[in-house]
């Protein structure tokens, strides 16, 4: 079993940045694909970035080159850095590693002027 905490999220205008944070309950970063996920009001849950076990990135054209995804293996934590943040970024976000059944809480972004 794996626990993952979300933090970071909060209220910030257009053009500002957040960073966001995953702490998981024990090391899996050698095992999973991580991903950072988003869920807006009335809308699907999309991919917003992953890593792999390697430490290769990929990410979603809406945020690309504006988000980066990134990892302390010896902390257990995944990063989601935003920059340039904009109005269709309000979201609540969510890590997951890709393939199992893990799910943080999420935390909050609202992106509001």
């Known amino acids: 079993q794996v626990q993952l905490v979300e933090s970071g999220g909060g209220l910030v205008q257009p053009g500002g940045s957040l960073r966001l944070s995953c702490a998981a309950s024990?090391?899996?970063?050698?095992?999973?694909?991580m991903g950072w996920y988003r869920q807006a009001p009335g809308q699907q849950r999309e991919l917003v970035a992953h890593?792999?076990?390697?430490?290769?990135?990929n990410y979603a054209d809406s945020v690309k080159g504006r988000f980066t995804i990134s990892r302390d293996s010896a902390q257990n934590t995944v990063y989601l850095q935003m920059n340039s943040l904009k109005l269709e970024d309000t979201a609540v976000y969510y890590c997951?590693?890709?393939?199992?059944?893990?799910w943080g809480q999420g935390t909050q972004v609202t992106v509001s002027s």
């Open positions: 890593i792999t076990s390697g430490g290769s990135t």
């Open positions: 997951h590693p890709l393939r199992t059944t893990y």
């Open positions: 024990r090391s899996i970063f050698s095992i999973y694909i």
